[in-house]
């Protein structure tokens, strides 16, 4: 696209006029001033149209708009009322259907597969082998693809493949769609991370992200009374756990057209948004410093994410989620059952495990609460939440009092808040469209692989039960609070090198509202700071 503006870019309102001064207009004749106009209006629509078609669009090629505190109020609602919605929806579905087959393990499920210890854990990794295996691939068509109609898609998918899960009679069939489930839901997270960067700015992720991740643990607890009611259903020749698979893949069916028919692509194709709407949402993210999109793969970005010695950040939160996921991939696949190791029946089971279940809403959502209010906090606050899952697998470890255990249960699952901010990372550290896609699916790749290890350290014939489990989780806990701190001590100096040069080239004090939509990365852009 050829250059448009010579200086500055043109400040405009939200409606699209070029505010002038007196005295501009005594300087400038009438003809010059109508050709600025102009060239104002032909910028906007040939990058409104660049990015429909969602290519790169640059500084100089948009010009600046002035949007009121009210505008940008009235856009984030809007937003909000839509892209909430369907994200924690989507997010509670995907944890339910992913945790059915944890629901159905209380019952008969093991049985009448003819599943033994071993196959049991497998059946959990295999999940994440599909996910790992996928998420290249998927990742490249979340770049290539567009990225509401990928994802609803793959909603679509994942809904059908667990219903299937109903129909197995032992372990081989079971494994395949479990293998095939972890596929279609490999873009859900890192497409939602992404999806969430192009309509909010860096201090409005955080709290979003903690919104929908929370949901895992609303998802936990209407997967657990869904289940309940699931149980006590009796029909001739299908088993009271199918219907949990049927239930819920039949109903995350019917929520991928839903999805399809509302989530946007980018704020171009916002239906609910008016034209100038639309344009204040672009104007909004200006600050992010990071193209909305890009259809090209640059391979001097893929360089850049994957070696450390260029740029550590990427194999960095892929080392933190690692540590966070071992443990992940055990509690979550045997969350219930160690529960039920404590002496309770099925049903007991699912109804003792309902606080864990609000436990798990609390602590992502207060977790990214603080991290939206407080400046400066999101890594502290990884941190923070690592605190109470360390103590809740000493105790599981160390005693058998009953009180002890369920106290012990219930904070279990404080990690939550410090995956979801895991999760948030390549939205708001990480600029370059193909680089922070190639991050997204590094930090997907370690979460799939710890989900992967994790189940194999829970041995149920171990007295106390999964106490080598626990101790893995102990390790794993410990090691991801030092490699956090680290972490943000080199984003701390970083961050002090990049006001050093400003001062030098005298270009004065930060302004994080100011920004580009080019498609440079966080390395290139030496205005980039990174958030803490």
Not at 161 to 166: D, E, S, V, Y
Not at 220 to 243: K, N, Q, T
Not at 300 to 317: C, N, R, S
Not at 462 to 478: D, L, N, Q, W
Request: aromatic share 12%; hydrophobic share 45%; glycine share 8%.
């Amino acid at each position: 696209m050829p250059q448009l503006m010579e200086e500055k870019p043109d400040i405009v309102s939200a409606d699209g006029t070029v505010p002038i001064e007196m005295n501009d207009l005594e300087s400038r004749g009438t003809g010059e001033k109508v050709q600025g106009l102009e060239r104002v209006e032909s910028a906007r629509s040939n990058v409104m149209d660049e990015l429909a078609k969602g290519e790169s669009v640059s500084y100089d090629e948009l010009p600046i708009i002035e949007v009121t505190p009210e505008e940008n109020r009235r856009v984030v609602r809007k937003l909000d009322l839509v892209l909430l919605p369907l994200t924690m929806v989507a997010y509670t579905l995907q944890y339910i259907d992913r945790s059915a087959m944890s629901y159905a393990a209380v019952f008969t499920f093991r049985k009448d597969l003819k599943l033994t210890p071993s196959d049991y854990s497998w059946l959990g990794s295999v999940f994440f082998f599909g996910y790992l295996f996928f998420e290249f691939p998927g990742s490249y068509l979340l770049q290539r693809l567009p990225l509401n109609k990928t994802m609803g898609t793959c909603i679509l998918i994942w809904g059908g493949l667990l219903m299937c899960m109903a129909a197995p009679t032992h372990f081989a069939p079971a494994a395949v769609i479990r293998t095939l489930l972890g596929c279609a839901e490999a873009l859900v997270t890192p497409g939602f991370v992404l999806l969430i960067s192009r309509f909010y700015k860096r201090e409005e992720q955080p709290l979003r992200v903690g919104l929908w991740y929370c949901c895992n643990g609303l998802g936990s607890f209407i997967g657990a009374l869904v289940s309940y009611g699931m149980g006590h259903v009796h029909v001739a020749s299908v088993r009271p756990w199918a219907w949990i698979f049927i239930v819920n893949g039949g109903v995350t069916v019917l929520f991928s057209l839903i999805f399809l028919w509302l989530c946007p692509e980018n704020p171009q194709t916002c239906r609910f948004l008016t034209p100038h709407e639309k344009r204040i949402a672009l104007e909004r993210v200006r600050g992010n410093k990071s193209s909305l999109g890009n259809k090209e793969v640059k391979w001097y970005q893929v360089k850049e994410a994957l070696f450390p010695w260029i740029d550590p950040q990427g194999w960095a939160y892929a080392l933190i989620v690692f540590t966070i996921s071992v443990p992940n991939g055990g509690i979550g696949n045997f969350l219930h059952l160690i529960l039920q190791s404590y002496g309770y029946t099925a049903f007991q089971t699912i109804l003792m495990g309902l606080p864990q279940a609000a436990m798990q809403v609390v602590f992502p959502l207060s977790g990214a609460y603080i991290a939206r209010k407080v400046p400066q906090a999101r890594l502290w606050v990884l941190m923070a939440y690592m605190l109470p899952s360390l103590v809740g697998v000493i105790i599981q470890y160390k005693t058998r009092n009953s009180g002890a255990l369920l106290f012990g249960y219930y904070i279990l699952g404080s990690y939550v808040a410090s995956l979801g901010i895991c999760f948030a990372a390549p939205g708001a550290n990480v600029a370059g469209y193909t680089k922070k896609v190639v991050v997204g699916a590094m930090v997907f790749i370690a979460y799939a692989t710890g989900n992967i290890v994790g189940p194999h350290f829970f041995i149920s014939t171990e007295v106390p039960a999964y106490k080598s489990g626990m101790f893995a989780c102990i390790i794993c806990f410990t090691i991801t609070i030092p490699m956090t701190f680290a972490l943000r001590l080199y984003y701390v100096r970083e961050n002090r090198r990049r006001d050093r040069l400003a001062e030098e080239r005298g270009e004065g004090a930060y302004d994080e509202t100011r920004g580009d939509f080019s498609d440079q990365t966080d390395l290139e852009n030496m205005s980039f700071r990174y958030a803490l």
